[in-house]
């Protein structure tokens, strides 16, 4: 498109052809008709040789700049964007910043979704065009001017996209680098031509151009398109699958780009240097097929390995994309290993710096004081009202735009004087008035009624109270609408004035009365309307004095964090401020002024209801209901009542632009100014432009517009004054934004691309002084060249935030100084909130708001510069009118940037993400500063302003409470997030004699401990095996009960006698030798629920002289994935048979079973619920106590299947150990609720009762889903004092009978026996779990010093276990920083980072324990963190085999140290832990020992050179949301990912990706790469109640989550 922005068009010219394109995008004509009748129009002007490039004016534009009204017509016809924000130059600058964007590749992979989150957006949410709610700016960066007028949702011609874009589309394709306003020749080529080539301009991933679209395979049951596979010059090959029906045409750019260089480091790229290819036609790579496996690809992974799965493949994208280097590379320096520094940003010395001279404060023309100004605005009020009665005043308007009513002088005075009567008079009694002088009022009127508003502004003033003039509360819970009441509440408000029709809107009671909105005060209702008031006596007269020192009104102003404050604005202020704004305006008596803005604050109160009476003049107040309705209302008053000036904002100069050509008899020659009320946002330069750029032709004049800065606790800071000489052109400047955001002003920009041009606002006011300060620290002023926060010296300021003196002192009374540190003035300044410097003449020019400014790694962004970029992006009209809010959060140690954007309601999702990449690099391109989060929520869905602006701290505050709903998120943290703290080197070690000194290692003791002494043998202690024990029994107590199992409604299913076992166990081991033909030694595999089965078969296996192995049975409902998992242990094994009930050897033989495992190679199973009637011959007695006794097979955590051999001595020496350390004996009972497959939980299940005697209730855990109470039920009947449960049990009882206790109180549950209640676990202690469990039910008796835990390994099932005697447990709270580093540092309650570590049990009799360290094996000091290491006569004899890692050596069952005791054996548990020696003394009166486990060595995750345990990610992240139910972490390719169980709607999935990512990254350091949503019980937990995290892994891998929602962090 030849951009005739450059050409010299005569003004007729440029109008024929704003309507030539308008008549275009409505579709009037033809595109052919179009081009033909324009290139007749413009032919004569085209510039002759076509390689000129006309330079462009940098200095100074001429006024009539870039924006042609046309390309506003065609734009905003499809209700596309918030017009604030347009700017041609702006918006080319972002399509040329992601062009050059196209060269470097970004590979953005799309989140998956579910389908029923995919269709969330539906048209529901969408509102016809007219209704929707148009928006004024408010304090909020938020879009505002949103609606638009007529037309708005028309659909345009299908070139709509492509015509504005052709423009840059063809250079980037010619390659051309000429400046932003090259001229390129080619001509309208229709849609699809042009979306191609867009679509190459476009795609930027390294995947064969498709980033965007790569996700439709992701997507639940989607369907896999054909594969296109583009070669890369270097580096893996890489393919990308995409859906076949966006098969956009590639042929024009195909290139290739070689890999980036890797930085993550996993693999050698071949190339290491990013090559730049010139951009040539490339159609060399033929697009062969890829090999599919299923349904998935193969891919290499970082490591060379092949993986064959989708989701991998989309890691894969997102590790690439992370390979690219971060630009700020991490400054080099040592960290002391224990200090994690966050990194800091070092000013880089190349940075620009301001170099001017230090500024002059600016002063005002005088206030010259003219004869007949009133002394005071009640007086002006007085003088009008008697001596011009009828003169009108205000003149409202309905919808229609008809005028509604008129307000003279005279009712304005006699209602006003009423309203003061009865307010004084008529509210409370006589001698207890409600109301005194001075009291505040809340005045509440809806913006259709400025008359009743005018009325009870004046009342006010004349009875001496405070006004404070509020928004209208529409619901009990409108948006911000309680930070309002607080306000009320804090300047004491108790009356409301309204008019009737409000008081008749407000929401109701039942019983009519109006409710109390939510943190409002009690209020009296006061309806202002004369008819409802009594009138005042002929002798009372309001008191009219001359203006002081008291308070008039209080104007509410809206802060960053949503609070509302009020600024009390004097009386001799209102009044300065009215003159001073008549000066500077010019006003004159009668004078007519169209009002547009809000009548209640700001510009629309200062200039329509109070400069407007000082000067009698007549106000045309126009309602924002009428604007959305007929947006030339303003324009067709102002040409009715030939008004000589408008006050109206850059949105209203917009809308009429849209529907100006409706009108053929437009005049604005009357028009001596025009008020834009919103200069002080830089981006109203463009509609201002394009507004004069119309209305030229219609009799406006340049010289009309003026554009005026304002701000609450300033008033008006600056206002261009209506000039008549039109020769002198208003000042421009043109800045660059890399300048800007560090505070310099630099008008010759290299980078063409990012510039911010900014109009001036005038000059200071009449009787002020300004000068511009560092926004920061001291107010010191700034250089002539600097950016800074202005403020104003004069009466006419606000004075206080009422309430508040600490806001007020930083605010209102400020003392600037010079550099040598001096106050400039002996009056104090008032800040303004803006951000700006004054240029050349004195004129101010305002770059920003202080409320707007984000400082991000030290640089200064303005919030409105960004929405503006982000607007400025292709399809525009993706955002659904313009509503897109941006603020900043702070995240680890600095501001992060957040866009939230409503998307249109029509918008795929392929949309969605194709614009949202783009935007990412918009920003990038043009601000050089990364988006933490982009989010997207449905149309209309952003909470509102009173007049439908983005209410933008309700959003900031949704988006971190995590109830924003979004429906497509974006995190960029890895690209963002530059100042984590350098990862960790591992120093060598110390070698070892350098440390020893004596038994010290650097001066404490060697963290060694014991349990006590077996001590002396008792009677059964003198048998070497367990049968021996069982035989002895039934000869001594033949009828004494040893196990009783209950069922689910806790009565007694079945019991075991010492004789009845002894028998059973005959029975089977006769049956053994008979039908299984079993030798000694031979291994049986035992597969039983638990129960008394399970028992009777151990002991007949020890009976006939075999192996027992414990298998858990395969699970009914769900055999094929639990069936697998028994067949794997039976033949790793080596199990000769397999004994089971009949129920359960029907179950294997089953359909099911025989489709999940291969049947026919089942071992021999024997069933023993129908046993032989005669006893063996010989009971097998073994030789040797050191063979094996039965085998325990566990899956770990990680995923791995290890079953480690028990020999006969260890049996009963774990047995004893334990029946010291609880005192059993056999007339105690024990009840045990857990599963009895390994462990302790075996032993305990199995074992200890046999050898001590006493009787153990069995409880299966299975039975507590069906009643959850009747683990605790049985230990209330059974009076039992020691019961054993599992995590899960305990988890079981907390969650499903937390709001039982009070029946369960009256059921007569009674646990205040318990004396020992151990949680029997194999990891960290679960502090919380166990501390709410003791804290629920200590209402029914239980005493929280009860409740403790054990702790077991593989190489050792049980090391520590509370019992009975003893210390009780103890908590320290440590460090988790250094704890990353393996250091212990012991910090105080509450303290940051601290983490609560409970001692895991007493250490067992016979056992001793040695902290190592891990790599180098030697002995660590008191509460240093290594790896534990145990010696015992109860650790088992090695592995039998592990299934799938060979390589776990025996060292694990006896390694030594590597100096010290270098002769002890040690077993190696895996776990990291420390000992601390407590001021508590054991029962043999020592100091006692406190054993913490911290974590598994293998679960341990290593990042950033530091080690994580997964256990304390999870607890950050499930804290963070409320319908986060369970967490679970692991790591892939060096990518942490991060999986949460959703217990709530599928809506809320998107709320915990940014939650969960800054919660990591705050109290972890560590980025998020992946965030996986999925629905409840999908992360498997085992019967520990331990978290599969592999096994997760592994689904993840492989796609077999079915997750609700995939994020991939950038």
Known sequence: MADRDTLPLPLEVRARLAELELELSEGDITQKGYEKKRSKLIGAYLPQP??????????????????????????????????????????????????????????????????????????????????????????????????????????????????????????????????????????????????????????????????????????????????????????????????????????????????????????????????????????????????????????????GVPVSSRVSAKIQQLVNTLKRPKRPPLREFFVDDFEELLEVQQPDPNLPKPEGAQMISMRGDQLGVVTNWPPSLEAALQRWGTISPKAPCLTTMDTNGKPLYILTYGKLWSRSMKVAYNLLHKLGSKQEPLLRPGDRVALVFPNNDPAAFMVAFYGCLLAEVVPVPIEVPLTRKDAGSQQ?????????????????????????????????????????????????????????????????????????????DGSVLGVTVMRIALLTHCQALTQSCGYTEAETIVNVLDFKKDVGLWHGILTSVMNMMHVISIPYSLMKVNPLSWIQKVCQYKAKVACVKSRDMHWALVAHRDQRDINLCSLRMLVVADGSNPWSISSCDAFLNVFQSKGLKPEVICPCASSPEALTVAIRRPTDDSNQPPGRGVLSMQGLSHGVIRVDSEEKLSVLTVQDVGTVMPGALMCVVRPEGVPQLCRTDEIGEMCVCSIATGTSYYGLSGMTKNTFEVFPMNSTGAPISEYPFTRTGLLGFVGPGGLAFIAGKMDGLMVVGGRRHNADDIVATALAVEPMKFVYRGRIAVFSISVLHDERIVVVAEQRPDSTEEDSFQWMSRVLQAIDGIHQVGVYCLALVPSNTLPKTPLGGIHLSETKQLFLEGSLHPCNVLMCPHTCVTNLPKPRQKQPEIGPASVMVGNLVSGKRIAQASGRDLGQIEDNDQFLFLSEVLQWRAQTTPEHVLYTLLNSRGTIASSLTCVQLHKRAEKIAAMLAERGHL????????????????????????????????????????????????????????????MTSQVICKLLRSKEASAAVDVRSWPPVLDTDDLPKKKPPLLYKPSNPDTLAYLDFSVSTTGMLAGVKMSHTATSAFCRSIKLQCELYPSREVAICLDPYCGLGFVLWCLCSVYSGHQSILIPPSELEVNPALWLLAVSQYKVRDTFCSYSVMELCTKGLGLQTESLKSRGLDLSRVRTCVVVAEERPRIALTQSFSKLFKDLGLHPRAVSTSFGCRVNLAICLQGTSGPDPTTVFVDMRALRHDRVRLVERGSPHSLPLMESGKILPGVRIIIANPETKGPLGDSHLGEIWVHSGHNASGYFTVYGDEALQSDHFNSRLSFGDTHSLWARTGYLGFLRRTELTDASGERHDALYVVGALDE?????????????????????????????????????????????SEQEALDLVPLITNVVLEEHYLIVGVVVVVDIGVIPINSRGEKQRMHLRDGFLADQLDPIYVAYNM
Not at 102 to 126: C, D, F, G, H, I
Not at 1114 to 1123: F, R, W, Y
Not at 1514 to 1534: D, G, L, M, Q, Y
């Open 50 to 303: 076509p390689g000129m490039e006309p330079s462009m004016g940098q200095e100074r534009r001429t006024p009539v700049t870039p924006s042609s009204s046309s390309r506003y017509h065609r734009r905003r016809s499809s209700g596309s964007r918030d017009e604030r924000y347009r700017s041609d130059v702006h918006t080319e600058a972002v399509q040329a910043a992601l062009a050059k964007h196209k060269e470097r590749k970004m590979a953005v992979p799309m989140p998956s979704k579910r389908r029923s989150l995919v269709v969330q957006t539906s048209m529901e949410a969408y509102t016809p065009p007219g209704e929707e709610h148009v928006g004024r700016q408010d304090t909020s960066s938020g879009s505002e001017g949103e609606g638009s007028g007529p037309g708005n949702g028309t659909p345009t011609s299908s070139q709509e996209g492509s015509i504005n874009m052709e423009h840059w589309i063809s250079r980037a394709i010619h390659g051309s680098t000429t400046s932003s306003t090259t001229s390129s020749s080619s001509t309208h080529s229709g849609g699809s031509g042009a979306a191609s080539r867009l679509a190459d301009v476009m795609a930027h991933a390294h995947l064969s151009k498709s980033g965007p679209i790569a996700h439709l395979s992701l997507k639940r049951r989607a369907k896999p398109g054909p594969r296109v596979e583009n070669g890369s010059s270097g580096g893996p090959r890489r393919s990308c699958e995409f859906g076949a029906e966006h098969g956009w045409q590639r042929a024009a750019s195909d290139e290739n780009h070689s890999a980036p260089p890797d930085v993550t480091g996993y693999t050698n790229t071949t190339d290491s240097i990013l090559m730049e290819r010139p951009q040539v036609s490339s159609n060399t790579v033929p697009n062969r097929p890829v090999p599919k496996y299923g349904n998935a690809e193969l891919m290499e992974t970082g490591d």
């Open 484 to 560: 309002i009441g607080f306000l009320l509440g804090s300047c004491g408000v108790t009356v409301a004035l309204t008019s009737d029709a409000c008081h008749k809107g407000l929401p109701k009671g039942p019983t009519g009365e109006i409710p109390q909105f939510k943190g409002w005060p009690k209020l009296l209702w006061f309806v202002t309307e004369s008819k409802h008031l009594s009138k005042p006596p002929r002798d009372w007269f309001p008191h009219i004095k001359d203006a002081n020192n008291d308070t008039a009104y209080i104007e509410y102003k809206t802060c960053k």
């Open 1079 to 1138: 030798q000694d030694g031979d291994h049986v595999a035992l597969v039983y629920p638990p129960g008394i089965d399970l028992i009777a078969a151990f002991y007949g296996c020890l009976y006939a002289g075999c192996v027992p192995i414990t298998v858990r049975p395969p699970h009914p409902q769900n055999i094929a994935t639990t069936l697998p998992t028994v067949k794997m242990i039976v033949e790793v094994s080596r199990s000769a048979c397999v």
């Open 1500 to 1544: 341990a995750m290593e990042l950033r050179g530091m080690r994580y345990h997964p256990i304390d990610i999870e607890t950050s992240v499930i804290r963070t949301h409320k319908s986060i139910t369970e967490c679970a972490v692991f790591t892939w390719t060096n990518l942490l990912v991060v999986v949460v169980e959703l217990d709530g």
